[in-house]
């Protein structure tokens, strides 16, 4: 009897099926060219995205060379890359800075680099770059402040510049004459590699570490 039920009920279910199909087949057609279409377009926007960047990435490199022939005209081929907008316009902001730097403009450099640090529409690694580099052109023109200036937002735990902006405190800290206070910031970055040796989780490079020992041993004279 069971079987009976089950095969009536198969019926009753095929009978349904073709009813609906009946009734809604050029719906579900539509909606199946809907689907193409729409995967037609995902793959057409993927396309003309890839051939966007590659366009882009090449007036990036035409730029950098025409920056390297000629160094005078730097400023305005980055500028323009720069005003254009694109994927590498942020990278041109970092080459801009780097050109100012060969010219010898450091102030020009620290200028551009410190913009991009409070750049609020910059990307937050970006901007943490940007404060990093700017802080040591700061603290080679003799701007102790400006450069902890820049690092500060830099030094909270979780902060992936942390090491490297707590470095540059210890460099501010000596050079303004503050001994003691460059030796604590230096015994504290020593502190966390010996850690994170121990938890086997170290992330300070090798020449930062290095950097620390040498400061450490000038510090202790």
Known sequence: ?????QE?????????????WAKYQNLVYGLVAVIILGTA?????????????EKAGAAYLGAL??????????????????HAGGPFADIARFDLAHSALKAGDKKGALDQL????????????????????????????GQADAAVTLVKPLTAD???????????????????GDKAGARKIYQDLEETFKKEDAAGI?????NLRNRVTIMLDRLAE
């Open 1 to 5: 009897m069971a079987d009976i039920f």
């Open 158 to 176: 979780g902060q992936p510049y942390r090491l490297s902006a707590l470095e540059v405190t210890g460099l501010a800290a000596f050079a303004a």
């Open 65 to 82: 060379q025409a920056a390297e022939q000629d160094p005078k005209s730097a400023t305005d081929v980055l500028g323009q890359l720069v």
């Open 114 to 141: 410190t913009g991009m640090a409070n750049d609020g529409a910059l990307a937050a690694p970006l901007k943490g770059a940007a404060a990093l580099m700017g802080a040591y052109v700061a603290l080679d023109l």
């Open 41 to 53: 377009g995902v793959t057409g926007w993927q396309i003309y995205d890839r051939q966007a960047r």
């Open 8 to 20: 009536v009920d198969e019926d009753l279910r095929r009978d349904t099926a073709s009813a609906l």
């Open 202 to 206: 170290a992330t300070a490079p090798s």
